[in-house]
């Protein structure tokens, strides 16, 4: 019995049930101490880790929301270089302005829209129907004039092209693969308004007719002419070549920037030498202000049985230049000078 008992100390069995060890009612089972520590050890790690994630997790999105709330909503205290952004969308300048009390000034004039502003404020004095869009004729090639000036050097030889010396109505007389001076064909394009000059010019700037044609229409937009659609660089086709009052008086006053542009406008006559067998060619200017209203300076004329007669005149007195604009008027100078009488009489 002394043996089975210190057997059944030592755990042995003989296949069956050991008699169950009598604890005392309410005592749990001893827990061995060595699996204790394992489970203190695993649930501070479990906390420690918790813990770090959490700690990671903060500064995370103190960082993002750092990162975001920095370029939208700077901290106007701050003395931190700023955040590089994309570059932003340039508004065109604001070549015009007026005010509409202006606008509704008393004055009946034969054209079909009507302009007068200041070239040196862009301010508007008067106009009648500003932003109607008309055909205009060859008053297109002050933006034909702009581009050509900006891309050809005064002295740079151009070959005409034999296409040049075909376009349609007026033409000077280019010869097809003769070489001319850019500056030659600027007083052929302005005073004597040849439409072979145009052809010309708007091929050596662009290298085609639909490049220019391109750039003409780029151009009016980058000055926020919205009103203007070019089809041509001369103005002799009328369909989709389109302007305004209100446009060509905004493109008149960038192109007077330019010192080239105002000295051949201005001119009432131009003595050109020419080679042989044509030695010399004369162009009188066919703005009839210029040498008949004091202090008239330019700046272009135009006509076809659609747009009627156009005409962009421009005056300077006591340093003070004024633009005006008349289109489809059969009264063209006289409203012309009607309009710059007025601009001048005008405070701006």
Same mark, same amino acid.
């Given at each position: 019995?002394?043996?089975?008992?210190? !057997?059944?100390?030592?755990?042995?069995?003989? $296949?069956?049930?050991?008699?169950?060890?009598?604890?005392?009612?309410?005592?749990?089972?001893?827990?061995?101490?060595?699996?204790?520590?394992?489970?203190?050890?695993?649930?501070? *790690?479990?906390?420690?880790?918790?813990?770090?994630? *959490?700690?990671? *997790?903060?500064?995370?999105?103190?960082?993002?929301?750092?990162?975001?709330?920095?370029?939208?909503?700077?901290?106007?205290?701050?003395? %931190?270089?700023?955040?590089?952004?994309?570059?932003?969308?340039?508004?065109?300048?604001?070549?015009?302005?007026?005010?509409?009390?202006?606008?509704? &000034? =008393?004055?009946?004039?034969?054209? +079909?829209?009507?302009?007068?502003?200041?070239?040196? /404020?862009?301010?508007?004095?008067?106009?009648?129907?500003?932003?109607?869009?008309? =055909?205009?004729?060859?008053?297109?090639?002050?933006?034909?004039?702009?581009?050509?000036?900006?891309?050809?050097?005064?002295?740079?030889?151009?070959?005409?092209?034999?296409?040049?010396?075909?376009?349609?109505?007026?033409?000077? $007389?280019?010869?097809?693969?003769?070489?001319?001076?850019?500056?030659?064909? !600027?007083?052929?394009?302005?005073?004597?308004?040849?439409?072979?000059? %145009?052809?010309?010019?708007?091929?050596?700037?662009?290298?085609?007719?639909?490049? !220019?044609?391109? +750039?003409?229409?780029?151009?009016?937009?980058?000055?926020?002419? +919205?009103?203007?659609? !070019?089809?041509?660089?001369?103005?002799?086709?009328?369909? #989709?070549?389109?302007?305004?009052?209100? #446009?060509?008086? *905004?493109?008149?006053?960038?192109?007077?920037? #330019? &010192?080239?542009?105002?000295?051949?406008?201005?001119?009432?006559?131009?003595?050109? =030498?020419?080679?042989?067998?044509?030695?010399?060619?004369?162009?009188?200017?066919?703005?009839?202000?210029?040498? /008949?209203?004091?202090?008239?300076?330019?700046?272009?004329?135009?006509?076809?049985?659609?747009?009627?007669?156009?005409?962009?005149?421009?005056?300077?007195?006591?340093?003070?230049?004024?633009? &005006?604009?008349?289109?489809?008027?059969?009264?063209?100078?006289? #409203?012309?000078?009607?309009?710059?009488?007025?601009?001048?009489?005008? =405070?701006?």
């Amino acid at each position: 019995m002394r043996r089975l008992q210190d !057997f059944r100390r030592r755990g042995g069995t003989f $296949g069956f049930v050991a008699e169950e060890p009598r604890v005392p009612p309410g005592v749990l089972t001893p827990v061995v101490r060595r699996g204790r520590r394992r489970g203190r050890a695993r649930l501070a *790690a479990f906390v420690l880790v918790a813990v770090a994630a *959490a700690a990671v *997790a903060v500064v995370v999105s103190r960082m993002h929301s750092s990162a975001r709330a920095t370029p939208e909503a700077p901290s106007r205290h701050s003395a %931190a270089a700023p955040v590089a952004t994309a570059p932003k969308t340039v508004r065109p300048e604001r070549l015009l302005w007026t005010r509409s009390s202006l606008v509704s &000034a =008393p004055l009946s004039l034969s054209a +079909r829209a009507a302009i007068v502003a200041d070239a040196g /404020t862009g301010q508007v004095l008067w106009a009648q129907r500003p932003h109607r869009r008309l =055909p205009v004729a060859s008053t297109t090639k002050i933006m034909t004039a702009l581009l050509a000036l900006r891309a050809l050097p005064r002295d740079a030889l151009v070959t005409v092209p034999p296409a040049a010396t075909r376009v349609p109505l007026v033409r000077e $007389g280019l010869r097809p693969h003769e070489r001319v001076r850019a500056w030659k064909l !600027f007083y052929g394009l302005l005073l004597f308004s040849g439409n072979d000059d %145009a052809a010309a010019l708007a091929l050596a700037t662009a290298g085609s007719h639909g490049a !220019f044609v391109a +750039r003409m229409n780029a151009e009016a937009r980058a000055l926020g002419l +919205r009103d203007s659609h !070019f089809s041509t660089p001369s103005g002799v086709i009328d369909q #989709d070549n389109y302007s305004s009052a209100w #446009d060509l008086a *905004a493109l008149t006053r960038v192109a007077l920037r #330019d &010192a080239r542009f105002r000295t051949i406008v201005r001119k009432r006559i131009a003595h050109i =030498p020419w080679s042989a067998p044509t030695f010399e060619k004369v162009y009188v200017n066919k703005n009839p202000l210029i040498g /008949t209203y004091r202090g008239a300076d330019g700046v272009k004329t135009g006509w076809t049985t659609l747009a009627g007669h156009c005409l962009v005149a421009s005056a300077t007195r006591g340093g003070r230049t004024v633009i &005006a604009v008349v289109l489809h008027d059969a009264n063209a100078p006289a #409203d012309a000078r009607r309009l710059l009488n007025l601009g001048f009489r005008t =405070p701006t």
